[in-house]
């Protein structure tokens, strides 16, 4: 059956009122950006162009990349990787149970879910650097610092993307569940953790390969690893050395999200 004029013109006015909400919508976004790039000094066109030669000054003096050194990078390597993996598992037995209490359909009562959602907002709040310059006062340099604070602050973040995906979980299964009279925890045992399971394996190696990127930088503020190395090469302008460092990790880096990328892979 054909529309009718009126329906006709009802469905176009009700197609161009959609066109008008998305463009006002799009300029909004556009008017958001304009002012971050206002305000960040990114239309401020001298300032710029005056960076370009002393960007290829620096850049012609770390070529060729030194490394000479590479053997003595082997074991910061290695303490950046148990960094990414050991503040990784930190923060998913952290995130597992704060996941729960931070669901609203598992929670086991709105305070404990506004508190469990304030604590998240908490460490998410607190930047990993921050959090390991004060590790680094309470227990002292090395990768233990590191670790402690990845861990802490990737928490925020996992719990976060865990509740999420437990909200989102299938109501059928945990209503059948709750009728044959399962307990809570039988009901997030049997009828939610096989629905998020496969969410919270990828978010958790999405987080490694961060948390690999993040630890590369935690030499920053004394917590050991690759960064250390990096750092104390940037102090002393040895700029070979620095963009040998850096294609080092760049490779390490690759190496990792390419384990990641398989590993989603078996796991889908």
């Given at each position: 059956m054909s529309a009718s004029p009126a329906e006709l013109a009802r469905y176009l006015e009700g197609s161009r009122a959609g066109e008008r909400a998305t463009?006002?919508?799009?300029?909004?976004?556009?008017?958001?950006?304009?002012?971050?790039?206002?305000?960040?000094?990114?239309?401020?066109?001298?300032?710029?162009?005056?960076?370009?030669?002393?960007?290829a000054k620096i850049t012609g003096e770390m070529i060729p990349p030194d490394f000479a050194?590479?053997?003595?990078?082997?074991?910061p390597i290695l303490d950046t990787l148990a960094m990414s993996i050991g503040g990784t598992a930190i923060a998913v037995a952290l995130s597992v149970p704060l996941a729960f209490l931070a669901a609203r359909n598992t929670s086991p009562h709105p305070l404990v879910y506004q508190a469990a959602r304030m604590l998240l907002n908490l460490l998410r709040a607190i930047p990993d650097l921050i959090m390991?310059?004060?590790?680094?006062?309470?227990?002292?340099?090395?990768?233990?610092?590191?670790?402690?604070?990845?861990?802490?602050?990737?928490a925020g973040m996992v719990a976060k993307f865990f509740a999420e995906a437990v909200e989102h979980a299938d109501a059928r299964p945990i209503e059948a569940a709750r009728a044959a009279g399962a307990s809570d925890?039988?009901?997030?045992?049997?009828?939610?953790l096989p629905q998020v399971l496969p969410q919270m394996a990828?978010?958790?190696?999405?987080?490694?390969e961060f948390n690999?990127?993040?630890?590369?930088?935690?030499?920053?503020?004394?917590?050991g690893g690759i960064g250390l190395e990096l750092i104390g090469s940037l102090r002393i302008l040895d700029y070979p050395q620095v963009l040998a460092i850096l294609i080092t990790i760049f490779v390490c880096v690759a190496i990792v999200d390419t384990i990641g990328g398989m590993l989603r892979r078996r796991l889908s």
């Open positions: 463009a006002a919508r799009l300029g909004a976004v556009g008017a958001v950006v304009i002012a971050a790039f206002y305000f960040t000094g990114l239309f401020d066109a001298q300032r710029l162009a005056e960076g370009v030669p002393a960007l050194r590479w053997k003595a990078w082997l074991r390991g310059i004060l590790f680094v006062a309470a227990v002292g340099f090395g990768a233990l610092p590191g670790v402690i604070a990845l861990g802490l602050h990737s925890l039988q009901v997030i045992a049997r009828a939610i990828d978010t958790t190696i999405y987080r490694w690999f990127r993040a630890s590369t930088v935690m030499g920053a503020v004394g917590a």
